[in-house]
């Protein structure tokens, strides 16, 4: 139970759990373009996670690979201590990096509809792992890890409220949260299936999110209360966490 507590807090992005009436936060938090805020990372940091990222396709999501990305930009390679984490911080350094960058990608989208923005978005932010896919189940297991589990659903649900923000999305009441719960449970059961999809250019993913993204839509049209939100977040939230291969 302390689990889904702590997701369920992620989901709703450290915003009152059921307060009434519902009303999203007008600042949303995610979002640093939209207000004054720090970077995610320091410029040492970024400088030598950004460049470790060019060597995971060699050694995967590895301290061997930060400690070549420190090289690389003049560092000692003793300087993976600045990340404590550490094969979690380069993963989590791809989650943030990949997840801001999707603001540009949004920028070419605004004549489609909703629907349409969000399926783009989520397939621009699955075709970022193309480089590392091979070395994703691996970076799963990382993010899975009882230290790790917290700050990776976080980030899950920072993507989730990013590209529904992003695709100009003003609901107000309960569906802004089962909206980002089902996002949520979508793009981490395509992100698995991502993994073991040999086809060319992935399209049995995109075929794939897209049958999820239908059956969404079905399932979405049909909630209506505190409590039917409250099951259908739990569920979701369930699935997530068994895809990130925590025994639940």
């Known amino acids: 139970m302390q689990i889904l507590r702590i997701v369920r807090s992620n989901l709703l992005g450290s915003r ?31 400088a030598i996670l950004s460049s470790a990222l ?25 300087s993976v201590n600045l990340f404590p ?6 993963v989590n350094y791809h989650l943030v990096s990949q997840r801001l960058a999707l603001q540009k990608h949004a920028s070419s989208q605004s004549q489609t509809s909703i629907g349409s923005r969000v399926r783009s978005l989520a397939l621009a932010r699955l075709h970022a792992n193309k480089p590392i896919i091979h070395h994703w189940q691996s970076a799963l297991a990382i993010m899975a890890s009882p230290t790790n589990i917290s700050t990776s659903l976080a980030e899950l649900a920072r993507l989730s409220d990013e590209i529904w ?4 999305d003003v609901s107000v009441d309960t569906s802004w949260y089962t909206k980002r719960a089902s996002l949520s449970a979508i ?11 040999t086809s060319t250019k992935y399209v049995e993913t995109e075929r794939f999110l897209d049958r ?8 979405g049209s049909s909630i209506r209360g505190l409590g039917e939100w409250a099951g259908f977040t739990g569920h979701s939230v369930i699935n997530i966490l068994r895809s990130k291969g925590v025994r639940i």
Request: proline content about 7%; charged content about 15%.
């Open 85 to 90: 984490r550490g094969a979690f911080d380069l």
């Open 212 to 219: 999820r993204l239908a059956e969404a839509k079905v399932v």
């Open 165 to 168: 923000f992003l695709t100009g």
């Open 16 to 46: 009152a759990c059921f307060s009434f009436p519902f009303k999203p936060a007008t600042s949303r938090l995610y979002h640093s373009y939209e207000h004054d805020q720090p970077p995610p990372f320091t410029a040492t940091e970024s």
């Open 187 to 197: 793009y981490s059961s395509t992100e698995i299936f991502m993994t073991q999809d």
């Open 54 to 78: 060019s060597h995971v396709p060699t050694f995967g999501f590895t301290t061997t690979a930060l400690s070549h990305g420190a090289q690389d930009v003049g560092y000692l390679a003793a």
